[in-house]
């Protein structure tokens, strides 16, 4: 059995958990809530991450993983390999761009809300995240059909938990009629079984 340092908050963690359930591997992989913030590190965590981050996961050896990436690259292997991330070859490269994107988003998304919930953040620091996500979000409209026309990968699911969070932080920023390809995309691939079991609530 593995363990996953967890919150129901994390999209990091979710990426992990939607993956291991499109892989087939959600049953060998048990959850401990585990909570961090930039102000206050898990201490119990920094033992096993001295990133003090989530997701980590811990093998029934007691060989530690942690980033996101690595740990799907992992799930993957353990599934045979090449399901959510090609092999090899300009495809494997496409896809980790598109993650790339998406999960650097995500990043951005985090420093963003914590920014907008100081008593006195930098109007410029705001106004350079509103830009930049401005930008991620007319590369992610026009990357949505060439993107769906891919087999199921990383990419896919990080973009659709990427919208998915927008929704729940950032529900003033009314993305959805700025993207409307992204949108319905994303709508589409939030009925996922996988992603359905994997809902972040704020608890």
Same mark, same amino acid.
């Given at each position: ?79 045979? !390999? ?80 990427? !919208? ?40």
């Amino acid at each position: 059995m593995m363990t996953l340092h967890w919150s129901p908050r994390s999209p990091f963690v979710r990426k992990v958990m939607v993956a291991a359930h499109e892989l087939g591997l959600a049953d060998r992989i048990r959850t401990i809530r585990t909570v961090v913030s930039m102000q206050q590190p898990a201490r119990q965590l920094l033992a096993e991450n001295p990133l003090g981050k989530i997701p980590t996961l811990v093998l029934a050896d007691g060989t530690i993983l942690y980033d996101s990436l690595v740990i799907v690259e992992y799930l993957d292997h353990l599934a045979g !390999g090449g399901r959510l991330i090609p092999r090899d070859g300009h495809a494997r490269f496409t896809e980790l761009r598109r993650h790339a994107l998406a999960n650097g988003f995500l990043d951005m998304l985090i420093l963003w809300r914590n920014e907008r919930e100081k008593t006195q953040p930098l109007p410029a620091l705001l106004d350079a995240f509103a830009m930049k996500s401005d930008a991620v979000l007319a590369a992610l409209e026009d990357e949505t059909e060439a993107m769906s026309q891919r087999p199921l990968g990383l990419a896919q699911i990080t973009a659709a938990i990427a !919208g998915a969070y927008l929704d729940f932080r950032f529900p003033d920023l009314g993305w959805r009629d700025r993207c409307p390809r992204f949108s319905a995309w994303q709508v589409r691939f939030a009925e996922r079984p996988s992603m359905l079991a994997t809902r972040i609530e704020d608890a």
